[in-house]
């Protein structure tokens, strides 16, 4: 066989070693959503939505579990979210060549490198123990945000990165000051973007177990949460001691709540893509 | 005129702020773990500490040797690596270089979600199903064990290391493989002799990040690798890694101020140690190679 003939033939075998590995990464991904398909699906009904843990797994539910994902959710928007925002306009429209920018930002990438277990040992020793607010909704808000703050500051930067100078240039002409030109110029344009970045990083809070474990989120809270400062569970760690337990009756109940968990998942993350997807087409300046 | 411009000044001074907090996360992190940890070697000598091979702060007979956390972690993040790393670079090369652009944007963000899904449910997956599958063909699979937990965790990992490669790729000049595919080449040999090395900077910190990750991923390894410290290389044995030590401690009724409660932060600095190191290296040669082709 010519030496011609060998490549070309290599150069073909890649291509179905290419196809079957893509093909091995995305049938994990629907063996592992049939798998729990088919263990969890018939145990959701409205009872299983609405009940209270309880030590029997028939009788169990997930209402503290998704109303603390709920509350986790809200309070975490209201802390991370202005926060991530300001701190992307100042790297980005403002502290451009200033040291302190700069040194923010290798800080930033160092902060999204950080396992999120660290967080966890972080705020159990401010969070819980410093400001003594315990294993409380509002300590496990707050760990939650110090770790996705840098995502949604990392977002907001591309956004308005990808807003053309031309505008800002119309705007100032206009006689526009820097703030109004970013208030009613520059995040208006940039939203699309800003936006697909808080939504990934929230999913990526509701589906975080290891630092609430840490700050000593409980597993078993038999009440709903009514203030900030109650003691709470969430989907996350609530499916975690459900799989913990050896019976199997648990197990399922487990897989059940992962249906749940992974549907909000799903939504957030499908509603980002839709919205970059938008976004990108729409921005051809 | 004068209270816009100080306006101005207050708002540039509020988002500035902002900024600090992130500045103020990873001192109070720097903070934490050291005060914590001069605690626990106040009472532990960092002899024993590195050279000790046993791990018992929770039993009556105590030893602090890290050694037992550390080949734990390894094995586990090893096994997920050589998982990660073969799939993850063929599918970016696959996607990049063959692949009809269709099929590219179509999958890409189905690989996505791979990283999106919670980890909990990973362990979940690891421990009721790859176990078990496992346990089938493998003699002497225990129910907790390092393999189990380090596959599922190279998949996981799999997207991290196939997206961020394949973006290298793509941001490669058409000229580069138009001179390469002009010279006769198939588009095998554009692709690894050409395409891959000029990517390779963009690769390796995919590669870097990837590992960091593993090294610090909790709960599929606090769910299926088990929680028994012991120094093996076995992949079939139940391991414990540092962050399913944190996981252990946290969830016991472990009195604040104790060095039981402070091991958990000697054990989260030298988690922090290696991932900061990690992340810098990948941190630098990105920067090092960024504009490389622009």
Known sequence: MSKLKTNRLIDSAFKYVGIACTLFGLAMLGIFIGDILIKGLMRIDWDFITSLPSRKASKAGILTAWTGTAWILGLTSIIAIPLGISAGIYLEEYGKKSRLASLIEVNIANLAGIPSIIYGLLGLEIFVRVLNFGGSLIAGALTLSLLILPIIIV???EAIKAVPTSLREASYGLGATKWQTIWHQVLPAASGGILTGIILALSRAIGETAPLIVIGA?????????????????????????VSRPQHEFLVNGAAAIIILLLITFVMNGIALYLRNKWQKKIKW | MKLKRTAEKVIESGLALSGLITLLTTLGIIWVLV???????????????????????LFTQKHYGILPLL?????????????AVPLGVIIAVYLSEYAPYKFRITVKPLLELLAAVPTVVYGFFALTVVTPFLQSFIPGVSTFNALSAGLVMGIMIIPMISSLSEDALQALPKSLREASFGMGATRFQTAFKVAVPAASSGIIVSVILAIARAIGETMVV??????????????????????????????????????????????????????????NISYWLKKKYQEKYE
């Open chain 1, 155 to 157: 977002g907001t930067r």
């Open chain 2, 35 to 57: 005060t914590e940890s001069i605690g626990f070697f106040s009472e532990v000598s960092i002899v024993d500490f590195l050279f000790d091979t046993q791990w018992t702060p």
């Open chain 1, 218 to 242: 409980l597993a078993y809270v038999p009440f709903v949460a009514h203030s900030p400062f109650d003691e709470f569970t969430v989907l996350p760690m609530q499916i975690f001691n459900w």
């Open chain 2, 71 to 83: 080949s734990g972690t390894f094995l586990t993040t090893s096994i997920a690596i050589l998982v």
């Open chain 2, 222 to 279: 606090a769910m299926a690798a088990g929680q028994q410290p012991q120094l093996t290389l076995d992949p079939r044995e139940g391991v414990e890694t540092i962050t399913a030590y944190i996981v252990q401690v946290s969830l016991g009724d472990v009195p604040h101020g104790s060095l039981a409660y402070k091991t958990i932060f000697a054990a989260g600095i030298t988690l922090f140690a290696f991932t900061f190191l990690l992340n």
